[in-house]
C-alpha cells in the first residue's frame, strides 16, 4: 500500500509521495502508469519527497512521460504546503534539495495559520548555456525556430531547465499543442526545451501559454513564468516584477538584476489523498 497525495500549483498537477515512508523503486514507470488521466490518478508527473543531507528535504520530479525535470516552480511550492501540513516541519522558510541546485520557500500563512500560498527564491536565471542550446554563444540570438512553417524568434532562458520564450501579437491565434510539440524536439535543444508563447496584453500582464517538455501543455509551469518575466525584462517588454497570466491562473514575478535571482509567488493547493494498493 502506497499513500500519495494530489496537489496542484494553477492546475499544473503532480503525485506527491513521501519516499521516506513509501519508497518507489521505480518512478519512471510510476509516472507513465499513474500520470494517464483515465486509468491512473491523472497528472502532470510525479514529485518524490524525501528527506536531505544538504537541504531540508529534497524533491525529485518525473514528468508524465517518465523523463525526470530538474526543477518546478509550481512543485516547489507545493512540496512547502505539504512538509507544513504533513507536521514533517514547523518552519515557514525551508530549504529544498533539487536538481538545479537548492531552493528556498517561504510559506505565507493565511489569517487561521494555514498555508495556500508560498515564495520560492528560484535561484540565478541563466542566458546562455552551450550544453542545452546548440549554437556557438549558447543562446538563442539570431537563430530563428520553425515550426508549423512558421518561423519564431525567441529568447532563451534557463531556470535549471530550459526555455524558449516567443512573444508573439495574439496569443489565440498559435496551435500550441502543434508549435510547441515541434519547437521542444528542435535539435538546437539537445535536451530538448520548454516552449513559452506570450502576448503583453494592454495592461502590461503578461499571458503565456506553455508547452512542457516531458509533458505537453500544462495550465501553469512556474520555471516557465519565472523565464517568461526574465524575458520581458531583457527586451524591454515589462519591468523587473510582472504578473505572468496562463491557463491555471497568476503567479508573481520578481526579477532582481543585480545578482539575477528570481521570486516567485503564487498558490499552492491540495486537491485530495488517495492509497494505491499495488
Sequence with gaps: MLKFTKMHGLGNDYIYVNTDLYPIQDPEGFSIKWS???????????????RSDVADFRMRIF????????????????????VYDKKL????????????????????????????????????????????????????????????????????????NPHAVIFVDDISKVDVAAAGSKIEFDPVFPERTNVEFVQVLADGTLRMRVWERGSGITQ???????ATAVAAFLTGRAGSSSKVLMDGGQLDITYRQADGTVLMTGPAETAFEGELQD
Excluded at 67 to 82: D, F, I, P
Excluded at 107 to 136: C, F, R, W, Y
Design 36 to 50: 494517464k488521466p483515465h486509468t491512473g490518478i491523472g497528472s502532470d508527473g510525479l514529485i518524490m519527497i524525501s
Design 63 to 82: 514528468n508524465a512521460d517518465g523523463t525526470e525535470a530538474m526543477m518546478c516552480g509550481n512543485g516547489s511550492r507545493c512540496v512547502g504546503k505539504y
Design 89 to 160: 516541519t514547523d518552519k515557514t522558510q525551508i530549504s529544498l534539495e533539487t536538481l538545479s541546485g537548492i531552493k528556498y520557500i517561504t510559506l505565507i500563512p493565511d489569517a487561521d495559520g494555514e498555508i495556500h500560498k508560498a515564495t520560492v527564491d528560484m535561484g540565478k536565471a541563466l542566458l546562455s548555456n552551450v550544453m542545452q542550446v546548440d549554437t556557438p554563444t549558447g543562446d538563442l540570438s539570431g537563430t530563428p525556430l520553425v515550426a508549423c512553417g512558421r518561423k519564431y524568434t525567441a529568447t532563451y532562458v534557463c531556470m535549471g
Design 220 to 226: 501553469a509551469c512556474g520555471t516557465g513564468a519565472c
